[in-house]
Every structure is written in structure tokens, then in C-alpha cells.
């Protein structure tokens, strides 16, 4: 008779002790009981649930490479997901909100505001011709980002010709790249009006995000209010309802002109670094504490159980 699990997570190396925590504490408190599949574990672990020794009625996905077909957890979500785990998010859904190329025509058909945009094919990418009606539409400086990039990895904030592409190219191979005009947030109060927003089944959260020094910095009801931000929360409640995405954040920047704009789309797999391990990077410990009750509240629905009730 296999070993069920309730909830497995798959374990981010970025997520520190703080976030695992609140996991565990959540699942006990409602009698889940949780497994966390860390490095030195996945490998056996994927060979037990090959074998059906094991199974999971949920997964929560905190690492797997989407571009990386052969990767030990991506196979481990796509096993899962076979055998009829419920994989937060299930990993077609992720893949097709993750890639950008993908997702940018969509974000365009249904009204949302996102940079001005060329997307090169991969196999285009080293005799691209970037014309002059191109040129204008991204002006000078512009960025180029892999469609499944993260961390900013291949990503050129600087550049101002097809050689940047190959620079991109070289650090981050990628089925494609989109080239974008810059888009330079207003300043309020000495701060870029520049945001992360997070979306954990049907919750909103909302922070101020630095996109110069990474810092995240909460967003307070008297701020939304105030400085008429509701849009935030709008953008990415519309965002899950176009991808099917249950868990995910995006970055929002608001213009000089009053624009909200949609940057960086939808980052799956959420960095979950607590502020109080790592002041500079982190995300508020409060909302590291927030985002894992709401994601074992949302594990615990999706397999039909309340407090450990089946």
C-alpha cells in the first residue's frame, strides 16, 4: 500500500526556514500531513512515486526548471500532475502563464497594459533585422528578457542593438525573446512607483517593490487609498482569471502619465525569502506568513479537506 502525503512541497534553495515553517505549522494545524522534498531527497523520492510506493494529494511547486524538460523536480510536478496530484499551479497552466512569449499576445487581446513589444524567435535571433520602425517603437535604451527567464537571468537592461540579443542569448538559452521599451516609473516620495503583487487563491497582496534595489516594502490600506492604487489589485485579480493561476506574483509599474503597467507578467514558483533572514531581498515576514496559511487553506480545498476533516 503506497505512502499518502496531503501536501509535498517541492523545496526553492531561496526559501529559508521561515516560510517552511509556516508550511508545517499551517498543515498540523488542520491534521495535513507534509513532506518536504528537498535536493538530498528528490531523486528517491521521484522513484517511489514512479513506482506508486508514494503518492500526494497536493504538491506545492516552489522549484522546478519549466525549461528544463529533464530536471529532476520539473519531472516530479509532471509525474504528479499524471497521477492525479493536485499541483499548485498544474504545470501546462504554469508553463503557458510563465513563458512570456506566449502570454504576451494574450495580455494584449485582453486589454492590458504592458510594454511595447518585439518577440524574436530563438531560431531569429542572430540576424534579426531590428529596423527603424522597430528602433522606434522601443526607443533607446530598451530590455530584453527569455520568455522563461527568472531572476533576471539574460535579462539587458541597457541595450541598443541586436548584440545585446546575443548577449542575452549566450546567458539564458531560450525558445524566445522579447525586446521592450523601457518603462521608467514615477517617483512618490522619493520612492519608484514600482510593485510586486502577489495572488494566493483569490487573495490579494500588494508591496512596493524597488526595481533599482530589490527591497519590498508592504503597501498600506492609507497608501492604496490615498494614492488611488486599487488598480494593483484589479490588474492581477483579471491576470488570474485570464491564466487560471492560483498562485503567482507580478511587478506593476505606475508612469508618469498614470499608466499602470504590467511588467514583468506572471513569476510562479515565488521567491519566499523572509526580510528577517535576508533584510536587503526579503519579502515582509508577515506576508511570508501570510502567503503560506492561505496556500495550505487553498492546498487543503482543492483535496476537499477542512481541519483535517476529509
Given at each position: 500500500?503506497?505512502?499518502?502525503?496531503?501536501?509535498?512541497?517541492?523545496?526553492?534553495?531561496?526559501?529559508?526556514?521561515?516560510?517552511?515553517?509556516?508550511?508545517?505549522?499551517?498543515?498540523?494545524?488542520?491534521?495535513?500531513?507534509?513532506?518536504?522534498?528537498?535536493?538530498?531527497?528528490?531523486?528517491?523520492?521521484?522513484?517511489?512515486?514512479?513506482?506508486?510506493?508514494?503518492?500526494?494529494?497536493?504538491?506545492?511547486?516552489?522549484?522546478?526548471?519549466?525549461?528544463?524538460?529533464?530536471?529532476?523536480?520539473?519531472?516530479?510536478?509532471?509525474?504528479?500532475?499524471?497521477?492525479?496530484?493536485?499541483?499548485?499551479?498544474?504545470?501546462?497552466?504554469?508553463?503557458?502563464?510563465?513563458?512570456?512569449?506566449?502570454?504576451?499576445?494574450?495580455?494584449?487581446?485582453?486589454?492590458?497594459?504592458?510594454?511595447?513589444?518585439?518577440?524574436?524567435?530563438?531560431?531569429?535571433?542572430?540576424?534579426?533585422?531590428?529596423?527603424?520602425?522597430?528602433?522606434?517603437?522601443?526607443?533607446?535604451?530598451?530590455?530584453?528578457?527569455?520568455?522563461?527567464?527568472?531572476g533576471k537571468r539574460g535579462v539587458i537592461f541597457d541595450a541598443t542593438g541586436t548584440a545585446d540579443l546575443?548577449?542575452?542569448?549566450?546567458?539564458?538559452?531560450?525558445?524566445?525573446?522579447?525586446?521592450q521599451r523601457r518603462i521608467v516609473p514615477r517617483m512618490i516620495g522619493g520612492e519608484p512607483a514600482y510593485?510586486?503583487?502577489?495572488?494566493?487563491?483569490?487573495?490579494?497582496?500588494?508591496?512596493?517593490?524597488?526595481?533599482?534595489?530589490?527591497?519590498?516594502?508592504?503597501?498600506?490600506?492609507?497608501?492604496?487609498?490615498?494614492?488611488?492604487?486599487?488598480?494593483?489589485?484589479?490588474?492581477?485579480?483579471?491576470?488570474?482569471?485570464?491564466?487560471?493561476?492560483?498562485?503567482?506574483?507580478?511587478?506593476?509599474?505606475?508612469?508618469?502619465?498614470?499608466?499602470?503597467?504590467?511588467?514583468?507578467?506572471?513569476?510562479?514558483?515565488?521567491?519566499?525569502?523572509?526580510?528577517?533572514?535576508?533584510?536587503?531581498?526579503?519579502?515582509?515576514?508577515?506576508?511570508?506568513?501570510?502567503?503560506?496559511?492561505?496556500?495550505?487553506?487553498?492546498?487543503?480545498?482543492?483535496?476537499?479537506?477542512?481541519?483535517?476533516?476529509?
Amino acid at each position: 500500500m503506497a505512502r499518502v502525503y496531503d501536501l509535498i512541497m517541492t523545496h526553492k534553495l531561496d526559501a529559508d526556514d521561515f516560510f517552511i515553517h509556516r508550511v508545517q505549522q499551517h498543515c498540523a494545524e488542520r491534521r495535513l500531513n507534509f513532506f518536504l522534498v528537498e535536493p538530498n531527497w528528490v531523486e528517491p523520492f521521484f522513484e517511489q512515486f514512479e513506482r506508486g510506493a508514494v503518492w500526494a494529494r497536493a504538491l506545492l511547486n516552489m522549484h522546478s526548471e519549466h525549461h528544463l524538460p529533464g530536471e529532476i523536480y520539473h519531472r516530479l510536478v509532471r509525474l504528479a500532475h499524471e497521477r492525479r496530484t493536485q499541483v499548485i499551479d498544474p504545470p501546462d497552466v504554469a508553463l503557458a502563464a510563465f513563458d512570456k512569449a506566449r502570454l504576451h499576445p494574450r495580455l494584449l487581446a485582453a486589454g492590458f497594459a504592458v510594454p511595447p513589444t518585439v518577440i524574436v524567435p530563438a531560431e531569429q535571433a542572430d540576424n534579426f533585422p531590428l529596423g527603424a520602425v522597430e528602433r522606434a517603437q522601443l526607443g533607446t535604451p530598451f530590455v530584453i528578457k527569455p520568455a522563461r527567464g527568472y531572476g533576471k537571468r539574460g535579462v539587458i537592461f541597457d541595450a541598443t542593438g541586436t548584440a545585446d540579443l546575443a548577449r542575452s542569448v549566450a546567458a539564458w538559452p531560450d525558445s524566445a525573446y522579447l525586446l521592450q521599451r523601457r518603462i521608467v516609473p514615477r517617483m512618490i516620495g522619493g520612492e519608484p512607483a514600482y510593485f510586486r503583487v502577489y495572488f494566493v487563491f483569490g487573495a490579494v497582496w500588494c508591496c512596493w517593490w524597488s526595481c533599482f534595489t530589490d527591497h519590498y516594502r508592504m503597501l498600506t490600506a492609507d497608501e492604496e487609498r490615498t494614492l488611488a492604487l486599487a488598480p494593483l489589485r484589479e490588474i492581477v485579480v483579471r491576470l488570474a482569471a485570464l491564466t487560471g493561476m492560483n498562485f503567482f506574483s507580478s511587478e506593476i509599474a505606475l508612469t508618469a502619465a498614470g499608466e499602470f503597467v504590467l511588467i514583468d507578467y506572471v513569476n510562479d514558483q515565488c521567491h519566499m525569502l523572509a526580510q528577517s533572514a535576508d533584510p536587503r531581498i526579503g519579502v515582509p515576514d508577515e506576508l511570508v506568513a501570510a502567503i503560506a496559511r492561505r496556500l495550505v487553506e487553498g492546498a487543503a480545498g482543492l483535496i476537499g479537506r477542512r481541519n483535517g476533516h476529509p
